[in-house]
């Protein structure tokens, strides 16, 4: 079953970092812009960054634009999300989809939870 497998969540103190995984499991991702997305308590799934398939520059929320840096390595079929600066408006379950759009993202996972007390 073609999906992405999302991992590296915990729990973090304000102005910590951390770094997420997304690897792709029975398909290759390098034919599709990856979009990172996330889902706080009680409110609708937002997209944080998307990575294209190309050349073209990654684009980022402003709410972590400057903090937050995703990247890919096709040769492991995986994509990162390096998040730095974190606050607790970060917190929230964190997941990769296929397209930048969380709304339409194909093989989305299970998520992985980020938590950043305030």
């Known amino acids: 079953q073609e999906q992405f497998v999302e991992s590296g969540g915990g729990s973090v103190q304000p102005g910590g970092s951390l770094r997420l995984s997304c690897v792709a499991s029975g398909f290759d991702s390098r034919w599709y812009s990856v979009g990172w997305f996330r889902q706080a308590p009680g409110k609708e799934l937002e997209a944080v960054a998307c990575?294209?398939?190309?050349?073209?520059?990654?684009d980022y929320a402003l709410s972590v634009k400057g903090r937050f840096f995703v990247s890919r390595d096709n040769s492991k079929n995986t994509i990162y999300l390096q998040m730095n600066s974190l606050k607790s408006d970060d917190t929230g379950r964190y997941y990769c989809?296929?397209?930048?759009?969380?709304?339409?993202?194909?093989?989305r996972g299970q998520g992985t939870q980020v938590t950043v007390p305030s």
């Open positions: 989809g296929a397209g930048c759009s969380p709304v339409v993202a194909l093989y």
């Open positions: 990575v294209s398939d190309g050349d073209d520059e990654p």
